[in-house]
């Protein structure tokens, strides 16, 4: 079936410094792949996706890249600040009866100390 | 907008009791889903519902039952609960024409005994 790995599964950085997260996914017929950010005792919040017709996207600090001969996409954080700190999810989705369906890679836990 | 709401938010049951889970969202989506959270093991996904009347199992649906009760309403139903079934519970909607953001509830944390 459909499997999404992520590595690592927990970062330590120092303030300032950039963070990159990776994700590998099985499925060739995923098409989505979002990143979701979860705080302590949170709900996950979508930070920032990107469609499979793109190879990379950027949000102020917050960049993602997309590799779909590999099958893999990264997470890049830019000048991390203590509220960086958090649980980060990928996710691969594939197009499936009128909905899509979510895999979501097992977190990383981004510290950043200040 | 309250966005998606979940029902109860703590609940500890006993080794063979049955319990509902609620879960409504405001938001007109068609697709809603049942994700449940443990530590290190990630999201991983119970039951999803592309529209209302339709449900489709996911990665981990043993044990669980799901009824897509309209459009705003999906619940997840535990039969005889497990202490495997110990878990955060996360209901989450999306459109998928707009977007396919996933809105996630607060969670609801499970114990089963």
């Known amino acids: 079936g459909e499997n999404v790995e992520q590595h690592p599964s927990t970062l330590s950085v120092q303030e300032g410094d950039s963070a990159v997260i990776k994700c590998t996914y099985s499925d060739s017929a995923s098409n989505y792949f979002p990143w979701y950010k979860q705080e302590l005792g949170k709900r996950p919040q979508l930070i920032i996706d990107i469609r499979s017709n793109v190879g990379e996207k950027k949000d102020q600090r917050i960049a993602v890249t997309l590799n779909k001969t590999a099958k893999h996409f990264s997470l890049h954080i830019t000048e991390t600040q203590p509220e960086d700190s958090a649980v980060y999810f990928c996710a691969a989705s594939v197009e499936t009866s009128g909905t899509y369906k979510y895999i979501f890679g097992t977190g990383t836990r981004l510290k950043v100390l200040a | 907008n309250a966005g998606v709401t979940q029902t109860p938010k703590f609940q500890v049951l006993k080794t063979g009791q049955s319990m509902t889970l609620q879960c409504a969202q405001d938001m007109n989506h068609n697709s809603m889903y049942w994700y449940r959270q443990d530590p290190g093991m990630g999201l991983r996904l119970i039951y999803y519902?592309?529209?209302?009347?339709?449900?489709d199992k996911g990665e981990v649906p043993n044990g669980y039952n799901v009824s897509r009760l309209n459009k705003r309403e999906f619940s997840l139903r535990l039969e005889s609960a497990a202490p495997s079934q110990t878990s955060v519970y996360f209901c989450?909607?999306?459109?998928?024409?707009?977007?396919?953001?996933?809105?996630f509830g607060e969670g609801s944390r499970l114990t089963v005994l």
């Open positions: 989450a909607s999306s459109e998928v024409s707009f977007t396919g953001e996933l809105f």
């Open positions: 519902s592309a529209s209302e009347g339709t449900t």
